[in-house]
């Protein structure tokens, strides 16, 4: 379990612009956009589709780098890491969870589990101990011989979360984790993810439409779009509660 110091800063986004080309045309999808997440909280996106919600996490996990500004990470500056480095700190302090788990339909619920692990120095009789560990935090303990088509949706999002904190991160991410689950089994996941928050010390951000997911977070920040006439449209962060 983790002891967090509410007042310290685990994620900082600073003057992040972020744009991509389309053709001829230069798309903007965050314009000196700022965000401050403290350690240890439960924080749930929300927004119209459209407003780089998804690529604000992308930011975080350094699956993406911005076109300027600053991620800032438990004090560390990700934006100007090499990619090799870039991809040994993810592996070590970010787990996602996306809405379609992406397990490999080849490998057991214990093989998904331990991708991750690979990038370490663990072997394999380590790996299967953490993944072994991970399963039985997410109470599939028992199903971790099972190949994903042998699994429920709500039992597969489980082992997408096992595998998301096999590596003991302090963040973990999350897009959509129950879009694609029915309301008791979407429940279940946010009461597992809530637990993780509460009695693992881990810092969730959550990406998600829906208002009663919102609920499990202890923070909700509302991504809003302002069009000035005659400048570019600004997204800023507005707090619903706290």
């Known amino acids: 379990m983790q002891t967090n110091n509410?007042?310290?800063?685990?994620?900082?986004?600073?003057?992040?612009?972020?744009?991509?080309?389309?053709?001829s045309n230069n798309v903007v999808v965050h314009d000196n956009f700022n965000l401050s997440i403290a350690e240890g909280e439960f924080v749930a996106l929300m927004g119209p589709s459209g407003l780089g919600k998804s690529t604000l996490l992308h930011l975080i996990g350094g699956l993406d780098l911005p076109t300027s500004g600053h991620v800032i990470i438990d004090d560390q500056r990700i934006d100007t890491l090499s990619e090799g480095k870039l991809s040994i700190w993810r592996a070590e302090n970010i787990?996602?969870?996306?809405?379609?788990?992406?397990?490999?339909?080849?490998?057991?619920?214990?093989?998904?589990?331990?991708?991750?692990?690979?990038?370490?120095?663990?072997?394999?009789?380590?790996?299967?101990?953490?993944?072994?560990?991970?399963?039985?935090?997410?109470?599939?303990?028992?199903?971790?011989?099972?190949?994903?088509?042998?699994?429920?949706?709500?039992?597969?999002?489980?082992?997408?979360?096992?595998?998301?904190?096999?590596?003991?991160?302090?963040?973990?991410?999350?897009?959509?984790?129950?879009?694609?689950l029915d309301r008791k089994t979407a429940d279940e996941i946010l009461t597992l993810l809530a637990a993780l928050n509460k009695d693992y010390g881990k810092t969730i951000v959550m990406v998600t439409h829906d208002l009663r997911a919102s609920e499990y977070a202890s923070r909700v920040i509302n991504l809003e779009q302002h069009i000035e006439e005659g400048k570019q449209s600004q997204l800023s962060a507005v707090e619903v509660n706290s």
């Open 6 to 23: 509410p007042n310290k800063i685990a994620i900082q986004l600073k003057k992040i612009n972020k744009s991509y080309q389309k053709g």
């Open 95 to 180: 787990g996602f969870v996306f809405q379609s788990h992406h397990l490999l339909p080849v490998l057991t619920a214990q093989g998904n589990v331990e991708l991750p692990l690979l990038l370490t120095p663990l072997d394999s009789k380590q790996r299967k101990q953490h993944a072994s560990l991970a399963l039985r935090l997410v109470g599939m303990e028992e199903r971790a011989n099972h190949l994903p088509k042998e699994l429920s949706g709500g039992q597969e999002q489980r082992v997408a979360i096992a595998r998301a904190i096999v590596s003991d991160p302090k963040i973990i991410l999350c897009d959509e984790p129950t879009g694609n």
